[in-house]
């Protein structure tokens, strides 16, 4: 059998929220390793990774069991994450994301950022039973679906990471896919309209010339720029809070699509603090 060369997975988490099973978490350690995948974090676990049913289906990656990283919530999952790919494995009509196929968009988690050097990324796989939420598909910048016969759609857990495992193994390393236009209505899609060409720039590698020495923001930097976005869209009265997270959900897509830097997510929080500033003030003079 023919060895395959890996490149650029060092980096890449397998990320698994609240597995609940123990032979799941075990096969998936084999095939991590089966592949040249090293790290494992674990979200909550609801079993014991280090069991003798995970050892048992781990064989000799039980190394990838004992590094296994156990976090409390996705966000620290994400932690210092540049690029995120969520999995699901049911249609979402209450979130507008576009699904892709593993081949078409796992091979983005291992493409150059546009300085050159390779991003911290994360492949998240949801709860056997009901996969992720849609709170926690926010987190993410893409989305994949593995296709699957309509007879039996459903998949088990260890054979989905099997796939991806896969595909990202021998994705095209050069392959940078633009993520599309989620959905939106009304300013919304005149927001998009006039953004996305210079969204696809971002995407391409021809950003502005100041990204060639920028790094690119992680996803815990941009999810505080998010929180202190919609505490101030909510005290001037743009959001209300029975509305805010679908609200919320149409910022996070435009702004994860544009691939920001981490001096851009500065400017743009600088400009909040000040507007929150001028608020308080009662005047709406912003200071020089």
Same mark, same amino acid.
């Given at each position: ?7 650029? #997975? ?8 609240? $597995?609940?099973? $123990? #032979? ?9 390793? +089966?592949?040249?995948?090293?790290? /494992?974090? @674990?979200?909550? $676990? ?9 050892? /048992? ?56 950022? =546009? ?7 994360? @492949? ?12 926690? /598909?926010? #987190? ?28 990202? =193994? ?37 950003? +502005? $010339? ?57 400017? /743009?929080?600088?400009? @909040? =603090? ?15």
């Amino acid at each position: 059998m023919e060895k395959i060369v890996n490149s650029g #997975l060092e980096q890449i988490r397998i990320v698994l929220v609240e $597995p609940a099973g $123990p #032979l799941n978490v075990g096969a998936i350690a084999r095939v991590m390793k +089966n592949f040249g995948l090293r790290q /494992l974090v @674990l979200v909550n $676990p609801q079993c014991d990774p280090l069991s003798a049913e995970a050892r /048992l289906l781990a064989v000799h990656a039980a190394d990838l069991l004992e590094s296994a990283h156990p976090v409390a919530t996705l966000s620290e999952a994400l932690t210092g994450c540049q690029r995120a790919v969520a999995t699901t494995g049911r249609d979402r009509t209450t979130l507008p994301i576009h699904l892709e196929s593993p081949r078409d968009c796992l091979p983005w988690l291992r493409s150059p950022l =546009s300085d050159g050097t390779l991003p911290a990324a994360a @492949l998240i796989f949801g709860r056997e039973d009901s996969g992720l939420t849609n709170a926690e /598909l926010n #987190l993410a910048q893409r989305f994949v679906q593995i296709p699957t016969s309509e007879a039996y759609a459903s998949m088990n857990l260890a054979q989905a990471v099997a796939v991806c495992c896969y595909e990202l =193994s021998i994705g095209r390393q050069s392959a940078v896919r633009s993520p599309q236009a989620g959905g939106g209505d009304g300013i919304d899609k005149g927001i998009d309209k006039a953004i996305n060409p210079a969204i696809n720039k971002v995407a391409a590698g021809e950003s +502005n $010339p100041h990204s060639a020495t920028a790094p690119t923001a992680s996803l815990d930097t941009l999810e505080a720029y998010f929180n202190q976005l919609e505490a101030l869209l909510l005290d001037i009265g743009y959001l209300y809070p029975h509305t805010a997270a679908s609200r919320m959900e149409k910022f996070r897509r435009l702004f994860l699509r544009a691939q920001l830097s981490e001096p851009e997510v500065a400017m /743009l929080r600088g400009v @909040l =603090s000040q507007m929150k500033w001028a608020i308080g003030q009662g005047s709406g003079e912003v200071r020089e």
